[in-house]
């Protein structure tokens, strides 16, 4: 099975429980397009859009544009078919991969993505994406950079076990590629982003839920139980067990060149 099909299939199992979930996701979503000016017509794209949460949520604020939700998981994708409201029209819903996607060269207006471009490689992905905008056309994304689940990582450290946190970009090699665009501009935002669980279970069961336990590297995850549950609450910066995103906020503006 390749990496791909891997997350493909974790997504795909996380699908039916997702939403239950992703209050955190919900919120960083909500974020990503708290402030922008978005185009309130055209086309919009959201890629990796899961259960189709953020879509629901732009289709009241751009009422003409012709949405398009595009996610590697076709179970996340019949999850957001099935829970879109049957009074406002339906988008287009397309199984695809961000590294390849599969649309035309400047034919969407917008691009939306939350959480979906660090299970991919982001300078593919950052391409394709400028690939597609349309000359002045623009693009929110948010997506994990280094320092992510810093609980995890230093429980497994104080564990002595290699952590089986992915690896996410560092924030100067991302800024150093926003750099090398030539076609659009970018503008990069660091935040952390964070929620609070009582119980270890419900940290664990959260990452569950929204299928981000796919480690991309071999790292055992089978632990002695209560000193893990130690570590973590010790690594944890809340009350409770705490889950600790680093979130890259970023606005890609394609460079109108005609
Ligand atoms: C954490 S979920 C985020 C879903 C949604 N954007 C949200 O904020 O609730 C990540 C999503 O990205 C999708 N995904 C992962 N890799 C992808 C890829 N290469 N291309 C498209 N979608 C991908 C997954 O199937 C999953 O639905």
């Avoid at 012709?66 to 099935?82: C, F, N, Q, V, Y």
């Avoid at 950079?145 to 290699?162: C, F, K, S």
């Avoid at 946190?165 to 503008?187: G, I, K, R, W, Y």
Wanted: glycine share 6%; hydrophobic share 45%.
């Amino acid at each position: 099975m390749t990496q791909k099909h891997r997350i493909q299939a974790r997504f795909g199992q996380a699908a039916a429980q997702y939403d239950y979930h992703a209050r955190l996701q919900q919120r960083i979503a909500q974020t990503l397009v708290a402030r922008a000016g978005l185009s309130e017509s055209g086309a919009l794209l959201d890629i990796g859009c899961g259960t189709g949460w953020l879509l629901k949520h732009l289709a009241g604020r751009a009422p003409d544009a012709r949405l398009i939700g595009l996610d590697l998981s076709k179970e996340m994708l019949a999850t957001a078919r099935h829970g879109w409201p049957c009074d406002a029209p339906s988008p287009l819903w397309l199984q695809g991969d961000a590294e390849a996607l599969p649309l035309k060269a400047a034919s969407v207006d917008t691009v939306v993505s939350s959480l979906a471009l660090q299970w991919c490689e982001i300078s593919r992905a950052l391409d394709e994406i400028i690939r597609v905008l349309k000359p002045g056309g623009k693009a929110l994304i948010a997506t994990l950079v280094e320092g992510t689940l810093p609980e995890l990582t230093r429980a497994y450290q104080t564990l002595d076990r290699p952590s089986p946190v992915n690896a996410f970009p560092d924030v100067d090699a991302l800024s150093a590629l926003l750099d090398t665009m030539s076609a659009a501009e970018a503008t990069c935002a660091i935040r952390w982003e964070r929620e609070d669980h009582p119980e270890l279970s419900g940290a664990l069961a959260h990452l569950r839920g929204i299928g981000a336990n796919t480690p991309l590297n071999d790292a055992p995850t089978r632990l002695p139980a209560r000193r893990f549950a130690h570590a973590f609450k010790a690594a944890s910066r809340g009350p409770g067990f705490s889950i600790s995103y680093r979130v890259a906020y970023l606005t890609l503006h394609r460079l109108d060149r005609s």
